[in-house]
């Protein structure tokens, strides 16, 4: 199309310029329509052409393009390719129209949206500001210990005791303690921690980290994540001792069926922890000091079958650390004896070497000595704490010590005075060590100590 006002000349060149043959290709070079300079510019300053063999991909209507290249693109080397993808200049300009509206439309949405993220990020930080102030509030736990959640009770033994290592710190929240928690059992601590928190035993620190907290969408309140929060004990940590002195003598002395369903409660998670850490430190010696693999899956039950009948045994956890140490030797050793045997058989069979140690050490009776776990060895938090409170207890029902007290029946009872009613009954005496007769002065010493127990008052 020639625009009709256009210079004669001009419009001469411009019919050279958009000249097809019947095959569709250009009559002629640009080159050979005339020497000047710009006959390009010329014609397409004057004219355009109607590609009427490539239809709009929206319309069908013939695409108009200014000039040859142009022309190519859309209708290919012959002209007459059916372009899918190209629009005439109407639907063009409506496409990019409607391109321009919903670009804008996303801009806004996000504005409202980092808008509305901002609110957000506001309202959780002032209630989680909020939170930490109820939480500062609580100063002494409302009700009675949680008597019926023996290992809770037993978790704040342990944590008064971290407490009292680390005065003025935030008992640490889990994530940041690692895999093996208080307890070796993440999602167990998780349950205990809420409920000594629901007991009101424990608050949440002003240490926790802001992602410790969600907003719900509908409504003004937040939660805590259980295993985000960091903890801190209510009370003072005087206080809070004394609490830990009344727990483990309600531990030891707690009468009844409860008391004897808490107290096996109690001894077997502390088996299970201390057969874990066996394994830990058996699975750390192989990976960290050998570079093999940790004991294969398949084997991890018989694993924790060999450990168990070491501490049934008898064994310490000192002597099987020491038993550890040797399977893992014994297992090395027989790798570089047997060239084709990689790091993964040996790692298994440094369950079968370790079995066969101990099965030897009970036949022939051999000592064993007692090995303390490198420091590269991560145990348990709660484990030491545990090893003490359970060595507690077991010290007040253990026959011997019950033999050798002068101040209870060969049961362990002894005859009390209940400090409120005044009735006599027949209660677990917790054998206080007896000091020779020149020693008074510390008698009276560890008589006041015994202040907690309060069958003794
Ligand atoms: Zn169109
Ligand atoms: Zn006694």
């Known amino acids: ?128 500001a909020e939170a930490i102030e109820g939480e500062a509030g609580k100063t002494e736990p409302p009700g009675p210990l949680p008597a019926d959640d023996p290992l809770a009770l037993a978790l704040y033994v342990a944590l008064i005791s971290y407490a009292t290592r680390n005065p003025g710190r935030a008992l640490p929240g889990l994530t940041s303690i690692g895999p093996l928690g208080w307890t070796g059992d993440a999602e167990q601590d998780r349950g205990l921690l809420l409920a000594l928190y629901y007991a009101g035993l424990l608050a949440l620190a002003p240490e926790s980290p802001p992602q410790a907290f969600t907003l719900s969408q509908e409504s003004d309140e937040i939660s805590f994540v259980s295993t985000e929060v960091s903890w801190r004990v209510t009370g003072s940590l005087t206080a809070a001792q004394e609490r830990a002195r009344k727990v483990t003598y309600v531990l030891q002395t707690r009468p009844g069926p409860q008391g004897a369903a808490a107290r096996a409660a109690f001894a077997a998670l502390m088996d299970r922890m201390e057969a874990a850490d066996v394994a830990g430190y058996l699975n750390g010696l192989l990976t960290k000091q050998y570079g093999y693999p940790e004991v294969p899956e398949a084997r991890r039950e018989e694993l924790a079958d060999v450990i168990r009948k070491g501490f049934e045994h008898g064994y310490t956890p000192g002597q099987m650390i020491c038993f550890a140490w040797r399977a893992a030797d014994s297992a090395a050793a027989w790798k570089e004896r047997n060239p084709r045997m990689g790091p993964p058989e040996a790692a298994s069979a440094s369950v079968t070497s370790l079995n066969g140690k101990i099965d030897k050490a009970i036949e022939l009776r051999h000592a064993i000595p007692e090995y303390e776990a490198p420091r590269w060895h991560k145990a348990p938090l709660a484990l030491n704490s545990f090893r003490r409170l359970h060595s507690d207890i077991r010290r007040v029902h253990d026959s011997g010590v019950i033999g050798a007290c002068t101040r209870c029946d060969v049961n362990g009872l002894k005859e009390t005075v209940h400090p409120e009613t005044g009735a006599g009954a027949l209660w677990r005496c917790t054998h206080p060590i007896e000091f020779p007769a020149q020693e008074q002065q510390e008698t009276e010493e560890s008589r006041t100590d015994e202040a907690s127990d309060p069958a003794e008052a």
């Open 1 to 128: 199309m020639i625009k009709h006002d256009a210079p004669e000349d001009a419009q001469r060149i411009s019919a050279l310029y958009w000249e097809v043959k019947d095959d569709g290709t250009w009559a002629r070079t640009v080159a050979s329509i005339g020497v000047t300079s710009d006959i390009g510019g010329v014609a397409t300053g004057h004219s355009h052409a109607v590609l009427l063999n490539c239809p709009c991909a929206n319309c069908s209507e013939p695409i108009d393009v200014a000039n040859r290249s142009w022309a190519n693109r859309v209708g290919g080397k012959y002209l007459d390719a059916e372009a899918p993808s190209y629009l005439c200049r109407d639907c063009s300009a409506i496409h990019e129209r409607e391109e321009a509206e919903r670009q804008q439309h996303a801009a806004e949405q996000r504005r409202v949206e980092r808008e509305r993220e901002r609110r957000k990020a506001e309202r959780l930080k002032r209630l989680v």
